[in-house]
């Protein structure tokens, strides 16, 4: 009876994530009251209560879910291409925009919470600089791995590359809230090219 009665509500908390992001997405962060929340999906604001501690509670799971989906959405991607540094690196630009054109609602929403979410001092409440710097240490380390196995050009430093990857990658969420028709599939491919003749091996 435990096991179907935590289904069920693991169940229910996903449906509440999705539909705040969803809500978030279309009317702001400061209108996305848990009433709204609740109306989306045709629940109480009470019931919310009863699964997260507030709308705080909820948007840092929303905010957490994005990154997670994100995260699970390429992991695949760029394991298939991970055998060469070129194969890598195009996966990992590619995947990770590709996730930004499907879920348009999820890179809208983040967009909201990152600007709703300050504090008064300026820091982000409901995730921050570590987020990012883990994501920009992360591919560091796989450029400098490819790097040292021969597999991308030794002519360039991984942490100067890695961060200007992110921010070009980083740039679209805020692009897609204005421009709902942006080609993100060229901008994917531009900005693949471009660093694929940022890193690649050239013969000598």
Request: glycine share 8%; charged share 25%.
């Amino acid at each position: 009876m435990r096991e179907e009665r935590t289904f069920i509500e693991t169940a229910r908390r996903a449906q509440i994530v999705q539909a705040a992001i969803d809500v978030i997405a279309e009317v702001g962060y400061a209108r996305a009251s848990l009433a709204r929340i609740g109306a989306r999906i045709g629940i109480s604001k009470g019931l919310i209560g009863y699964h997260f501690a507030g709308k705080d509670d909820l948007i840092k799971q929303v905010a957490l879910e994005i990154l997670e989906q994100g995260k699970a959405y390429m992991r695949p991607r760029i394991l298939a291409e991970a055998s060469t540094g070129s194969g890598f690196l195009r996966a990992y630009i590619e995947s990770n925009l590709a996730f930004m054109r499907e879920h348009r609602n999820h890179m809208v929403a983040i967009v909201e919470i990152a600007r709703g979410g300050l504090t008064a001092d300026g820091q982000q409440r409901f995730y921050g600089d570590a987020d990012v710097d883990q994501a920009v240490q992360i591919l560091e380390q796989h450029l400098a791995r490819f790097q040292c196995e021969g597999g991308l050009s030794p002519d360039f430093d991984p942490r100067v590359m890695a961060v200007a990857i992110r921010a070009a990658i980083d740039a679209v969420p805020r692009r897609l809230a204005h421009d709902p028709d942006l080609d993100v599939d060229s901008y994917a491919k531009g900005i693949a090219n471009l660093f694929h003749l940022a890193t690649r091996l050239v013969a000598s």
